[in-house]
């Protein structure tokens, strides 16, 4: 949505300060396989440094084509995150937010389609005068060019890029060059992390670190020596294992981290810290000393998640249940919420695809909230529609998100407004009851990816209404995904008939938010307020969802005593 680069920084900047800072650059890449967590790693940094005063944004390099993750089948790619400009990203800015509080925009999220489409509309336009464009230098300066892009308005202190992939992919080799050509062109204001798999082979009782050296020579091979090595393990690692693996990798043994499996992962910040991540970045960076990371707030939820003893039990109901990372902020905001409320989170998926009215009781008697998951397609809508009726009719605590909440008022449409066949033109194209319609910007667009309405909207709350009361303010901004939208047409039949529209957009009248008074809480949202969950500000409408479930449990518990 922004294109214009000056734009595009200020945006990112969420963590500012006035004084112009020489800005360090940490890189960390990944070995051996893939999904060893260098999100996680990345995300738990960012943390402590923030925690000691730093100023730090943290960015992600993917070496897919795609432009972005906007068109990419969750199957494939788990979430797509989006962020407050509207970019489409990966679901590690998720991670990144959840961590750090920190707003991130399309600057802290590249693709290889990105620099590919840029160095090649630069190509067009003449910029490399008539030069023939290759791999080194043009991709790989293009690729720095983006490396530095928020180091360059100097306002961190750190710049954190995850390199996404695995060392030894074809596809990482133009980064891992440019992270090469950068060591050498910063000095000690750049740094590598390389994290690593020390597997467990069971039938030897053996912890084998073979597999580390490789993958610290494949990132020798290529120039780019790491000065941090993080071990990710099952099982802990002996003192003597880890200056093994310090003297073949040319490493300080003090710079050797285990990352040992957690209850949680937001464990891994106070795991790093005991082991010196933060003080050995600030060190090797020459960077001046803060004081020590103040974790009390972060200490605070640690504790209530660890000691929460009581459950409740959510349901999530979504066609895309095989791949929990589909849902990833959504099942993160709901524990956050959960903790906060001293409550441990029982998540039960249910695939929307095998609801019926036979088996939805089943299903959902025993949960004390529902959500209806957001999503695209018409494959398992029909199982949301039954289980939202079934929710109604027994007033269960509801949640709809986005397509859920679309789905909310098709059923309400169907079962309360006897609008037979009622439905979104996403579904039937030629329903005569279009509830649920493309919006008007949106019918002259063919292509498909970052096209619908992206990005943060103001959404002003009824007041009175459970939204409102919710986060004590009657003008909220939340980010959005969707290219349908409620047909005002049907809107005052909907509201005599018991479904109010208590929130909208204050510019368009687009409604944002369908809620049922007359029920203990059922409220359907538009927009897709998981994207700013974080753990130390966990978003106020799923607090309420969770109260409401907890207080739902609590009833049930007395009427069946």
């Given at each position: 949505m922004m294109e214009n680069p000056r734009k595009l920084i200020n945006f990112a900047c969420g963590f500012t300060k006035s004084r112009h800072v020489e800005t360090k650059y940490i890189f960390v890449t990944g070995g051996v396989v893939s999904s060893l967590g260098k999100g996680i790693i990345s995300s738990s940094l960012a943390r402590l440094l923030l925690s000691r005063g730093y100023s730090v944004t943290i960015q992600k390099f993917d070496p897919y084509i795609n432009i972005d993750p906007g068109t990419l089948n969750p199957y494939e790619h788990g979430e797509c995150y989006v962020t407050d400009d509207g970019h489409e990203a990966d679901l590690d800015l998720g991670h990144y937010e959840r961590f750090t509080d920190i707003h991130t925009s399309r600057a802290n999220n590249v693709t290889t389609g990105r620099v590919y489409q840029s160095v090649i509309n630069k190509e067009r336009h003449g910029d490399y005068l008539g030069k023939t464009v290759q791999i080194v230098p043009h991709i790989t300066d293009e690729i720095k060019r983006d490396v530095k892009l928020l180091g360059n308005t100097g306002k961190y202190d750190f710049v954190i890029t995850e390199i996404g992939g695995t060392v030894g992919d074809i596809e990482s080799t133009p980064y891992l060059e440019a992270v090469r050509q950068l060591r050498w062109e910063l000095g000690r204001s750049a740094l590598c992390i390389h994290l690593t798999y020390v597997p467990y082979i069971r039938a030897a009782k053996e912890l084998k670190t073979k597999p580390t050296q490789h993958s610290v020579k494949l990132l020798q091979s290529v120039g780019i020596q790491p000065d941090i090595l993080v071990l990710r393990t099952e099982k802990e690692i002996p003192p003597a294992m880890r200056r093994k693996v310090a003297q073949f990798c040319n490493v300080r043994p003090e710079?050797?981290?285990?990352?040992?499996?957690?209850?949680?992962?937001?464990?891994?910040?106070?795991?790093?810290?005991?082991?010196?991540?933060?003080?050995?970045?600030?060190?090797?960076?020459?960077?001046?000393?803060?004081?020590?990371?103040?974790?009390?707030?972060?200490?605070?939820?640690?504790?209530?998640?660890?000691?929460?003893?009581?459950?409740?039990?959510?349901?999530?109901?979504?066609?895309?249940?095989?791949?929990?990372?589909?849902?990833?902020?959504?099942?993160?905001?709901?524990?956050?919420?959960?903790?906060?409320?001293?409550?441990?989170?029982?998540?039960?998926?249910?695939?929307?695809?095998?609801?019926?009215?036979?088996?939805?009781?089943?299903?959902?008697?025993?949960?004390?909230?529902?959500?209806?998951?957001?999503?695209?397609?018409?494959?398992?809508?029909?199982?949301?529609?039954?289980?939202?009726?079934?929710?109604?009719?027994?007033?269960?605590?509801?949640?709809?998100?986005?397509?859920?909440?679309?789905?909310?008022?098709?059923?309400?449409?169907?079962?309360?407004?006897?609008?037979?066949?009622?439905?979104?033109?996403?579904?039937?194209?030629?329903?005569?009851?279009?509830?649920?319609?493309?919006?008007?910007?949106?019918?002259?667009?063919?292509?498909?990816?970052?096209?619908?309405?992206?990005?943060?909207?103001?959404?002003?709350?009824?007041?009175?209404?459970?939204?409102?009361?919710?986060?004590?303010?009657?003008?909220?901004?939340?980010?959005?995904?969707?290219?349908?939208?409620?047909?005002?047409?049907?809107?005052?039949?909907?509201?005599?008939?018991?479904?109010?529209?208590?929130?909208?957009?204050?510019?368009?009248?687009?409604?944002?938010?369908?809620?049922?008074?007359?029920?203990?809480?059922?409220?359907?949202?538009?927009?897709?307020?998981?994207?700013?969950?974080?753990?130390?500000?966990?978003?106020?409408?799923?607090?309420?969802?969770?109260?409401?479930?907890?207080?739902?449990?609590?009833?049930k518990g007395k009427a069946d005593a």
């Open positions: 710079a050797v981290i285990q990352s040992i499996d957690a209850p949680s992962i937001y464990e891994v910040p106070l795991m790093m810290h005991e082991q010196g991540l933060d003080s050995l970045v600030v060190e090797m960076t020459g960077t001046e000393k803060h004081s020590e990371p103040d974790l009390t707030a972060w200490n605070h939820f640690l504790h209530k998640l660890e000691n929460a003893r009581e459950t409740v039990n959510i349901a999530l109901v979504g066609k895309y249940v095989e791949l929990q990372d589909a849902y990833k902020s959504i099942s993160e905001s709901l524990m956050q919420a959960a903790t906060y409320c001293d409550r441990r989170l029982n998540l039960v998926y249910v695939h929307s695809e095998k609801v019926t009215e036979a088996n939805v009781e089943e299903k959902l008697a025993g949960m004390d909230g529902v959500i209806i998951a957001p999503g695209f397609g018409q494959r398992g809508i029909e199982g949301k529609f039954t289980a939202l009726k079934w929710c109604r009719e027994h007033d269960i605590p509801t949640f709809g998100i986005c397509l859920g909440m679309q789905c909310m008022v098709i059923e309400f449409a169907r079962n309360v407004l006897g609008l037979e066949n009622a439905n979104s033109t996403e579904m039937d194209p030629g329903t005569r009851h279009n509830v649920i319609d493309l919006m008007e910007e949106q019918k002259s667009i063919s292509n498909m990816g970052g096209t619908m309405r992206l990005g943060a909207y103001e959404c002003r709350l009824k007041e009175g209404s459970i939204p409102a009361e919710a986060y004590g303010r009657e003008l909220v901004s939340e980010r959005h995904r969707h290219r349908f939208e409620f047909n005002e047409e049907f809107r005052s039949r909907f509201e005599e008939a018991g479904m109010e529209c208590v929130g909208e957009n204050p510019d368009t009248g687009l409604v944002e938010i369908v809620q049922i008074p007359s029920l203990t809480w059922f409220v359907g949202t538009q927009y897709h307020p998981e994207y700013k969950s974080t753990v130390l500000h966990p978003n106020p409408l799923f607090m309420s969802f969770i109260k409401a479930a907890i207080a739902y449990s609590e009833k």
